[in-house]
């Protein structure tokens, strides 16, 4: 599994744009081939701040997408953002749940 970052940061003035951008394309990035899952975010202690969260179900599948129009367009954010876009792509080898939780939780006493 991929899962891509992505963090924007709107100037003040920009914010409602950035917002609107980003609720304009989640839903067709979510439709996407090999899409998992993609959702936004606001921070609750800057609200100019937005991160975009997308899982692919291939290497493959996260490279289309980039090279997608959508991705395109998140790109093009960059004249509305305070600072340049951040993008974080990670390889998941391994993912652990719940009981991977009560495990851990089991050790702490």
Known sequence: MMIVKMTFN?????HLEVLQTLLSLIES???GPG?????????????????L???WET???M???IQ???FGVL????????????IRIHKVSQTLGMDAVRVLRQKQG
């Open 63 to 65: 490279e289309n997408h």
């Open 35 to 51: 899409c998992r899952s993609c959702c936004a975010f606001c921070d609750i202690d800057n609200k100019n701040r937005f991160s």
């Open 53 to 55: 969260l997308g899982e």
């Open 75 to 86: 790109l093009g954010t960059k004249t509305l953002l305070s600072e340049p876009l951040r």
């Open 59 to 61: 290497e493959k599948d």
């Open 29 to 31: 990035v979510r439709e």
């Open 68 to 70: 997608s129009y959508q």
């Open 10 to 14: 709107a100037h003040p003035e920009k």
